[in-house]
């Protein structure tokens, strides 16, 4: 059996989900289970419907209509009967959603998200499972919350692996035993007690990669809006290049610092198990793609991934001590506490940089809580550029034109924080 995932872009519009139909009438073979994320942009639709019930400021209910509306356009192309079923299943999730909206918030903010934003995986697994079906595709839908089992930790619940694998291996399977096709939700998880979790934004890669684990699956495939794993982001550089193939080590270095590709969650279950994963994309599904896995090939060409909106944090010990293990340790213990993930670190005899996104809420609240104990200075607006395989050549060529700050090497990737000079 194979696992495939299908992102928001593939399933964007209605031309995009008969697209999905037409790859799985042709690929989906022996046993497919199908992941699938929230339509185009939902994800962001219901953060701002979310930010604005909860804060109270803007008008929830204008945003609700909106993404209702995005919906129903989608569903009176894909289903000339206006009779058809699917039309009063979305109409009751949306009630669902207005019920919310008329109470004050049940829960505190994240829990509060995940309760809403999770919707639009529901939403659009009912609208493609229902479109498939009507279309000869017979598949089955089911509710990642019945076996994707996290704690508690909403918007980046931590998954029960060994609860997930048993209900993957009780209830999933014995569902795919008797259809062809599975389709479920990518990014949501439950709880215990049935709260809904989600496991981090673009966290569907990641629920293919997990399903993939837990059934021994011979592969994965991740159908993109690119050709495959290109070694840098079209978003900030010309003339990139596809890569074939790429070893888990590779991958899991390249997302790891910010190939916004694949999430970088998604590697290790796959390496755990050898399990391949092909990048593929959804406008020529039937070109080679990326093959991710246990190959004896190393990255051929320089690899680049270029963050912007980073903060360069430099924490001092305020007595002119030295930087040593136990502050270390209090450093990190803060990193931990207010989930800031470090992109790149160094550190000198008194003090200690970091880099990391540039989130300002959370940036904030950690920032106080150092400067209890530290001297803080801070640099925002500087860009992080991480190359894997580097060469002298290419750092000349994008470092041009900026003032390195911090610089790190190995043997395989060199980081450089940077600003642009004026
Ligand atoms: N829909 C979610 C998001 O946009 C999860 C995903 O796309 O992987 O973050
Ligand atoms: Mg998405």
Redesign the pocket.
């Known amino acids: 059996m194979q696992v495939f995932k299908f992102?928001?872009a593939s399933v964007k519009d209605a031309g995009a989900v008969k697209n999905v139909s037409e790859i799985l009438k042709k690929q989906a073979k022996n046993k497919t289970v199908v992941v699938i994320?929230?339509m185009g942009k939902?994800?962001?639709s219901f953060e701002q419907l979310l930010n604005e019930y909860f804060y109270k400021n803007g008008n929830p209910d204008h945003v609700l209509q909106q993404i209702k509306d995005f919906h129903f356009n989608i569903l009176r192309e894909l289903f000339p009967d206006k009779n058809h079923h699917i039309y009063t299943e979305i109409e009751n999730t949306f009630v669902e959603i207005n019920w919310i909206l008329e109470e004050s918030p049940a829960f505190v903010y994240n829990q509060q998200y995940d309760q809403i934003v999770s919707v639009?995986?529901i939403l659009s697994t009912k609208i493609v499972s229902a479109f498939l079906n009507q279309n000869g595709i017979k598949n089955k839908w089911m509710d990642a919350r019945d076996f994707i089992k996290t704690d508690n930790s909403y918007r980046e619940g931590k998954v029960n692996y060994e609860l997930s694998e048993s209900l993957v291996k009780t209830e999933l399977l014995a569902e795919l035993n008797l259809n062809e096709i599975i389709l479920t939700q990518?990014?949501i998880g439950g709880t215990s007690e049935n709260y809904t979790t989600t496991l981090g934004?673009?966290?569907?890669?990641y629920t293919a990669a997990l399903l993939a684990f837990f059934l021994d699956a011979e592969n994965v495939t991740i159908w993109k809006d690119v050709p495959g794993v290109l070694n840098a982001d079209p978003k900030w550089f010309k003339n990139t290049k596809k890569i074939d193939e790429l070893t888990y080590h590779d991958a899991i270095e390249l997302t790891y610092y910010g190939a916004s590709v694949i999430?970088p969650k998604t590697i290790k279950p796959l390496q755990n198990k050898n399990i391949p994963l092909f990048v593929k994309s959804f406008v020529e599904p039937n070109s080679e793609g990326t093959k991710i896995g246990n190959t004896s090939r190393r990255l051929a060409i320089p690899g680049y991934i270029f963050k912007i909106d980073q903060i360069l944090i430099s924490i001092q010990p305020k007595d002119f001590s030295f930087i040593a293990e136990d502050n270390l340790s209090d450093i990190f213990e803060l990193f931990s506490k207010h989930s800031v993930k470090i992109h790149a670190m160094q550190n000198s005899a008194i003090s200690f940089s970091v880099c990391t996104d540039n989130a300002t809420s959370k940036i904030e609240i950690l920032i106080t809580e150092l400067q209890k104990q530290f001297k803080v200075l801070f640099n925002e607006g500087v860009e992080l550029l991480t190359i894997r395989n580097y060469d002298q050549k290419t750092i000349l060529k994008l470092t041009e034109n900026k003032t390195i700050l911090v610089e790190q090497r190995s043997r395989n990737t060199i980081q450089m924080v940077m600003s642009n000079n004026l």
């Open positions: 992102g928001g994320s929230a939902t994800t962001n639009g995986e990518g990014f934004r673009e966290g569907s890669d999430h």
